[in-house]
């Protein structure tokens, strides 16, 4: 019976919703804040060691003042590195990444409370988001001065035995929230949301370290080095350990990545209107 009854009021606040159709309209806005990333690499969704600038763009419909659409398109850049690390395995596996993260992400919003930009009776409201994003990345580490692809090189045997190299697209799903404020004829918003990917190279670890031999007969030398960067394994002065098939990531958790930071947007209808307004009754 419970079940049924929120059934039955979720409904109708769908159809409460959707039915305000006098509130229906467009925006464009842009996002300036930041990136983030959680992995193998870096163990919290919100680590502040590794934050970067990010940007990015939208066009939202509203189909009423609860309920909307949106098409972000963002660029941001993470990266992680085990010299942050908490543990000792990690300090001493002595990896590190960088990626840039280009999104396309259509999205559903819900806002907490009516809400109409331009509109100052309707001055504010939180809200939540989700959807899935589509994005391109492609890890990248110094190899001396020089900052190199990770992905061809295959670090943990991709491209050996008949397997395949990963992918350097993937899908993530969004998951999110923020404010959103009437200043005058704009709205101002913060936002933050992490994205789950379905990809567990972002970073280009996850697996096990492989046979070296192997990956440099197949790959070649720098690969092989790339793969193994543990103090442990290269320190001429102990006895070296076999690191063959021994864990380098996890796979069974995947990468996150973050974008956040503040929006400002406007009405298309009314800010085309105003644009137009001075050549309406101009006669050429």
Not at 1 to 22: D, T
Not at 137 to 157: R, V
Not at 221 to 226: C, F, G, K, L, Q
Not at 231 to 251: A, C, E, H, M, W
């Amino acid at each position: 019976m419970p079940i049924r009854f929120i059934k039955y009021c979720l409904i109708a606040i769908l159809f409460a919703s959707f039915s305000n159709v006098k509130a229906q309209y467009n925006e464009f806005g842009i996002m300036i804040g930041a990136s983030n990333y959680k992995g193998e690499l870096s163990a919290h969704t919100f680590n502040t060691d590794f934050l970067h600038p990010a940007f990015g763009a939208f066009y939202r419909h509203n189909w009423d003042r609860r309920w909307s659409w949106k098409l972000e398109l963002n660029y941001g850049k993470i990266s992680g590195d085990d010299a942050y690390a908490k543990t000792a395995y990690e300090v001493d596996r002595n990896l590190h990444f960088e990626s840039n993260i280009l999104e396309l992400s259509p999205q559903i919003e819900f806002n907490f409370l009516p809400y109409e930009t331009g509109r100052p009776d309707y001055p504010f409201t939180p809200y939540i988001f989700t959807g899935i994003s589509i994005f391109t990345f492609n890890p990248k580490a110094y190899f001396g001065d020089d900052l190199i692809e990770l992905q061809p090189l295959g670090t943990e045997g991709q491209g050996i035995n008949g397997t395949k190299k990963y992918k350097r697209t993937a899908i993530a799903i969004p998951i999110g929230g923020g404010l959103k404020f009437n200043v005058g004829r704009f709205g101002v918003g913060i936002e933050v949301g992490a994205r789950r990917s379905y990809s567990d190279y972002i970073d280009d670890v996850s697996t096990t370290y492989p046979d070296p031999a192997l990956l440099q007969a197949a790959n070649g030398t720098v690969a092989m080095i790339m793969s193994n960067r543990s103090f442990t394994y290269n320190d001429p002065t102990l006895i070296q350990p076999t690191f063959n098939y021994k864990q380098r990531g996890n796979s069974t958790n995947k990468d996150w990545f973050v974008f956040g930071g503040v929006t400002i947007y406007f009405r298309l209808t009314s800010f085309l209107k105003d644009i137009c307004k001075p050549f309406k009754f101009r006669r050429y």
